[in-house]
């Protein structure tokens, strides 16, 4: 396989950050969820994509005071990373590659299906992957949902939630598992998903 030696001479991280970095809206405001999109312009060098992925970092915070969340709030980000984007288009040279709307919901199903057990208690954490267990929303000590519980203690109280979305569950980069995009300048916007009251 071309990702192995002897075929790969060399791996390395490449950051490719938001042409509008994203900033905290204040107090009594809700999130811009649209307009965010960057531009990968190297031609010069092969990139995979299949096993690229996104960096994201959010805080969850009351609307009406920017206050933080505390642990008795009954309220918890939905699951998983991929629920953060709600559309996504891929264009080169202004020809659409990929475009994808409500694609959260199709890649949570799939995500059900293709997460085995022990990946959904491992690795799948990364990407803010836990299951609810059951339909109640309390988020206390007493919580009997554990997936929202598990959820609520790693955003709640002003915390900043690292997790990552990589770019193979959707399915123009999962094509490429076995293939390169030869080099070309891409374009990425992202819609984020509505805020929730």
């Known amino acids: 396989m071309f990702r192995t030696p002897p075929y790969l001479e060399k791996t390395a991280y490449v950051q490719v950050n938001l042409d509008t970095p994203l900033t905290f809206p204040g107090n009594n405001q809700k999130q811009k969820t649209s307009g965010y999109k960057f531009t990968s312009t190297d031609r010069d060098n092969f990139y995979d994509w299949y096993n690229a992925y996104f960096r994201v970092d959010f805080k969850f915070e009351a609307v009406a005071n920017g206050a933080r969340i505390d642990a008795d709030t009954e309220s918890a980000p939905i699951n998983g990373s991929f629920s953060l984007i709600k559309k996504l288009k891929l264009k080169s040279a202004g ?103």
């Not at 955003?155 to 030869?182: A, C, D, K, M, W």
């Open 95 to 197: 020809n659409n590659l990929y475009e994808a709307d409500n694609i959260h919901k199709g890649i949570f199903i799939k995500n059900l299906l293709d997460f085995l057990d022990d990946f959904s208690r491992s690795l799948a954490k990364n990407q803010f992957w836990y299951l609810d267990s059951d339909a109640t929303t309390v988020t206390d000590a007493n919580a009997t949902n554990l997936g929202m519980r598990a959820r609520a203690l790693l955003s709640h109280g002003g915390e900043v939630v690292q997790t990552i979305i990589p770019l193979n569950r959707y399915s123009f980069f999962e094509s490429l598992s076995e293939r390169l995009l030869p080099p070309r300048q891409l374009e990425f916007e992202i819609v984020l998903q509505d805020n929730k009251k």
